[in-house]
């Protein structure tokens, strides 16, 4: 069965940082790129970052470009997003995705998780 579990969000200041991490089980995770998206209240989902099987390329938001960072960990089936100098407008929940390439920054994964919300305070 596969399962994409998120955790660490939580509220933080504005200013602050969130390590988000995403557990993969149920399929391979080392031959799947994998992708972070976030959806606001009343707003459409929308890519944050990516990151390709081997860790070796990433994609960012231009939003995001700079302040998040994306890694993973293939022997502990793991995907992260660190988030520093967190704003407002980040306010969202965030899910994780995977596929098989780096064109899972379309939104089209073939498997999600749950999500994990993160709430930044003005």
């Known amino acids: 069965q596969v399962q994409l579990v998120e955790s660490g969000g939580g509220l933080v200041q504005a200013g602050g940082s969130l390590r988000l991490s995403c557990a993969a089980s149920?399929?391979?995770?080392?031959?799947?790129?994998m992708g972070w998206f976030r959806q606001a209240p009343g707003k459409e989902r929308e890519f944050v970052a990516a990151?390709?099987?081997?860790?070796?390329?990433?994609r960012y938001a231009d939003s995001v470009k700079g302040r998040f960072t994306i890694s993973r960990d293939n022997a502990k089936n793991t995907v992260y997003l660190q988030m520093n100098s967190l704003l407002p407008e980040d306010t969202a929940v965030y899910y994780c995705?995977?596929?098989?390439?780096?064109?899972?920054?379309?939104?089209?994964?073939?498997?999600w998780g749950q999500g994990t919300q993160v709430t930044v305070s003005s």
């Open positions: 149920g399929f391979t995770f080392s031959s799947y790129a």
């Open positions: 995705a995977a596929k098989e390439d780096l064109t899972v920054v379309a939104g089209d994964g073939n498997y």
């Open positions: 990151i390709s099987w081997s860790g070796g390329r990433t």
